[in-house]
């Protein structure tokens, strides 16, 4: 589950990116485009930085600022299509992915706190 959620968050990251770069070159385009490319890149190094956690308390500590990440790319996406810079058909595949990562996330978040309070 850790490399598919690796892989996935690499993958979600570049997919973002790439919506990023076509934004148009417009004051809110530009804006949005740094803060799409911000929070999801981070997404999927903070997974990363997780995953090395030398603790189980630092393991949640970083899975929390992965959830918060995930949620302010869902918020870009989402205000991106509003701003009608994009369309949702294009925006779609993305913004469920954003949201399923973020659902899983929340979920590995709630295990661990669990695991971590019987130790």
């Known amino acids: 589950m850790e490399r598919n959620l690796k892989l996935r968050s690499n993958k979600f990251a570049h997919e973002c990116v790439k919506i990023a770069l076509s934004l148009p070159q417009t004051y809110?385009?530009?804006?949005?485009?740094?803060?799409?490319v911000r929070c999801t890149t981070s997404v999927a190094a903070n997974y990363r930085a997780a995953l090395l956690g030398q603790t189980k308390k630092s393991f949640i500590a970083k899975?929390?600022?992965?959830?918060?990440?995930?949620?302010?790319?869902?918020?870009?996406?989402?205000?991106?299509?509003?701003?009608?810079?994009?369309t949702y058909e294009l925006c779609s595949e993305v913004l469920n992915e954003a949201k399923e990562l973020?659902?899983?996330?929340?979920?590995?978040?709630?295990?661990?706190e669990k695991t971590e309070k019987r130790i």
């Not at 973020?102 to 661990?112: G, H, L």
């Open 28 to 36: 809110l385009g530009n804006h949005i485009r740094n803060q799409l």
């Open 63 to 86: 899975l929390s600022i992965v959830i918060e990440e995930a949620d302010e790319c869902i918020f870009w996406l989402e205000f991106l299509i509003e701003e009608k810079l994009m």
């Open 102 to 112: 973020t659902a899983i996330f929340v979920s590995s978040r709630k295990t661990a």
